[in-house]
T-cell receptor, first 111, second 116 residues
Framework: QKEVEQDPGPLSVPEGAIVSLNCTYS??????FMWYRQYSRKGPELLMY????GNKEDGRFTAQVDKSSKYISLFIRDSQPSDSATYLC???????????FGQGTRLTINP | DAGVIQSPRHEVTEMGQEVTLRCKPI?????LFWYRQTMMRGLELLIY????????DSGMPEDRFSAKMPNASFSTLKIQPSEPRDSAVYFC??????????????FGAGSRLTVL
């Protein structure tokens, strides 16, 4: 079993829809939870991160962490074609240098 | 800042040849990471350095893979001899430990390797 599981998709939704992306994990020591966005032929770039449980909002993006269920989510409101990319979740333990990534979900927003 | 710079962006080579990938991290960053990305396995950490010293190379798949960081502004990942299963996109990433404690990486654009 992988430490971090993420449905690779692909996921295709119409412009303006609310998108929900999710990851599950098995390591209860993970404390930092991140979402990276990767456009085609580019490197991943950090979208947002949270520490421990709770929600964090940044514009149209909301990250949620439920440590009791070992489940994290990224919500995109009012999705735009420019949001079309692969979204990767990533996690690490406190003080650890190693980031463990999910497989990535390929998302397409259709105009 | 130009970000993390990787070269070459694309490399096509034949099985058995030596491949060298290069990375210039962001100035002032004290950690450098090499990742490999494939459709099947996603992003996998190969090795990382702290202040030019290799800290964890447990992700390096075989002895055919080696990495060096001779100074704070340059690192190489070498595959010798290369095999078709090494075909992947290789990413270099660097970071500086932030006040928040989060492990925030800045990735390069990647080197796409095809071994025929």
């Amino acid at each position: 079993q992988k430490e971090v599981e993420q449905d690779p998709g692909p996921l295709s939704v119409p412009e303006g829809a609310i998108v929900s992306l999710n990851c599950t994990y098995s390591n209860s020591a993970f404390q930092y939870f991140m979402w990276y966005r990767q456009y085609s032929r580019k490197g991943p770039e950090l979208l947002m991160y949270t520490y421990s449980s709770g929600n964090k909002e940044d514009g149209r993006f909301t990250a949620q962490v439920d440590k009791s269920s070992k489940y994290i989510s990224l919500f995109i409101r009012d999705s735009q074609p420019s949001d079309s990319a692969t979204y990767l979740c990533a996690m690490s333990e406190t003080g650890a240098q190693k980031l463990v990534f999910g497989q990535g979900t390929r998302l397409t927003i259709n105009p | 800042d130009a970000g993390v710079i990787q070269s070459p962006r694309h490399e096509v080579t034949e099985m058995g040849q030596e491949v060298t990938l290069r990375c210039k991290p962001i100035s002032g960053h004290d950690y450098l990471f090499w990742y490999r990305q494939t459709m099947m396995r996603g992003l996998e950490l190969l090795i990382y350095f702290n202040n030019n010293v290799p800290i964890d190379d447990s992700g390096m798949p075989e002895d055919r893979f080696s990495a060096k960081m001779p100074n704070a502004s340059f690192s190489t990942l070498k595959i010798q001899p290369s095999e078709p299963r090494d075909s992947a996109v290789y990413f270099c990433a660097s970071r500086i430990f932030g006040r928040s404690g989060a492990n925030v990486l800045t990735f390069g654009a990647g080197s796409r390797l095809t071994v025929l």
